[in-house]
């Protein structure tokens, strides 16, 4: 089993609707980071979280340590919003060290 | 500010063929990483590095090499490819804040090696 499970792997969705994309993971960590890969390649930072909730435009994150699991919300999903969005966690005690879920897949039509 | 930057971009490798990565970034940041990604897999670490001088080996490090000579470079080596080593490389870079909470992560835009 994965230390880093994302779901679901794939997700398509129509304009305007709302999103979630899961990640549970195994180990005690430090801090969760949500990553967006777009078409192309390039790899950027959305959030950082080690607790509650971060909110970026149409982006939400939260993370429940006790449960350990994050989700990923987007709202109001608009078609730039395609891309391969990543789940990575630092874990305690591995000093600086992620460990990366496989992604999951969104494409968001008109 | 760039960022961080990787070269090449692009390289296609015949086997047995060396070729080295550079990573460069300008954040003044002191731990820089290399990492594989490939399809089905999440991305992988193959070295990093937590200060100039030093470097450690990730979860794929058989058949790479790295140096980080200085701070601001993280370079990353093939001595005789395989096309085993076909996968997209990035290169990334942050820091340790205070009290060892972390920060952002910062990606380079990638590296496609085809090995033939």
């Known amino acids: 089993k994965n230390e880093v499970e994302q779901s679901p792997q794939n997700l398509t969705a129509q304009e305007g609707e709302f999103i979630t994309i899961n990640c549970s993971y195994s180990?005690?960590?430090?801090?969760l980071h949500w990553l967006q890969q777009h078409p192309g390649g390039g790899i950027v930072s959305l959030f950082m979280?080690?607790?509650g909730k971060k909110k970026h435009g149409r982006l939400i994150a939260t993370i429940n340590i006790q449960e350990k699991h994050s989700s990923l919300h987007i709202t109001a999903s608009h078609p730039r919003d395609s891309a391969v969005y990543i789940c990575?966690?630092?874990?305690?005690?591995?000093?600086?060290?992620?460990?990366f879920g496989t992604g999951t897949r969104l494409q968001v039509t008109l | 500010n760039a960022g961080v930057t990787q070269t090449p971009k692009f390289r296609v490798l015949k086997t047995g063929q060396s070729m080295t990565l550079l990573c460069a970034q300008d954040?003044?940041?002191?731990?820089m990483y290399w990492y594989r990604q490939d399809p089905g897999m999440g991305l992988r670490l193959i070295h990093y590095?937590?200060?100039?001088?030093?470097?450690a080996k990730g979860e794929v490090p058989d058949g790479y090499n790295v140096s980080r000579l200085k701070k601001q470079n993280f370079l990353l080596g093939l001595e005789s490819a395989a096309p085993s080593q076909t996968s997209v490389y990035f290169c990334?870079?942050?820091?340790?804040?205070?009290?060892?909470?972390?920060?952002?992560?910062?990606f380079g835009q990638g590296t496609r090696l085809t090995v033939v």
């Open positions: 990575a966690v630092r874990s305690t005690g591995t000093a600086s060290k992620l460990t």
């Open positions: 990334a870079s942050g820091n340790l804040g205070h009290l060892g909470l972390n920060t952002e992560a910062f």
């Open positions: 954040m003044n940041h002191e731990y």
């Open positions: 590095s937590v200060g100039e001088g030093t470097t």
């Open positions: 979280l080690s607790s």
């Open positions: 180990v005690g960590i430090s801090a």
